[in-house]
């Protein structure tokens, strides 16, 4: 039986645009309340424009309301096990705890891990909090 995240992931990779690479990628994105929201990767000539998989999903699923996520599924053409990259990490760190599940697509098995083993050490609103008291307390 395969996973039906897994399976919308994979879904997603028929509308990925990687003239330039050729890696398309998948990812699907369930929230709190079971909502699955999808995206693709979108390359762009200068590839610093480039959207990836992971925050097409999220850009979707925030734009209808949906801040709580409780699972993400990666897949890639490839079925290599791919995994959000550090910026997409990044992202899903402003939305989800450490404890997001996160699914990566091996083909015949997945590699699962949490966010907070991807990205131990994250930058958060408390922690530019933190960093921001510090610069008051030297500015004293």
């Given amino acids: 039986m395969t996973d039906r995240l897994i399976d919308r992931a994979r879904e997603a990779l028929a509308a990925a645009h990687v003239p330039y690479s050729e890696y398309p990628v998948g990812a699907a994105l369930r929230t709190a309340d079971g909502s699955v929201f999808v995206g693709c990767n979108i390359e762009n000539a200068n590839y610093s424009n480039s959207l990836h998989a992971e ?8 734009k209808t309301g949906h801040t709580a996520f409780e699972r993400l599924a990666v897949a890639s053409a490839a079925r290599d096990g791919v995994t959000p990259c550090g910026m997409c ?52």
């Fill in 55 to 62: 925050e097409v999903a999220v850009a979707e699923a925030v």
């Fill in 89 to 140: 990490r990044q992202t899903l760190a402003e939305f989800a705890g450490d404890d997001l599940e996160i699914v990566c697509d091996r083909g015949d098995a997945v590699d699962t891990y949490t966010l907070g083993e991807l990205l131990p050490t994250t930058i958060s609103g408390e922690t530019l909090d933190a960093a921001s008291e510090r610069r008051e307390g030297v500015d004293r």
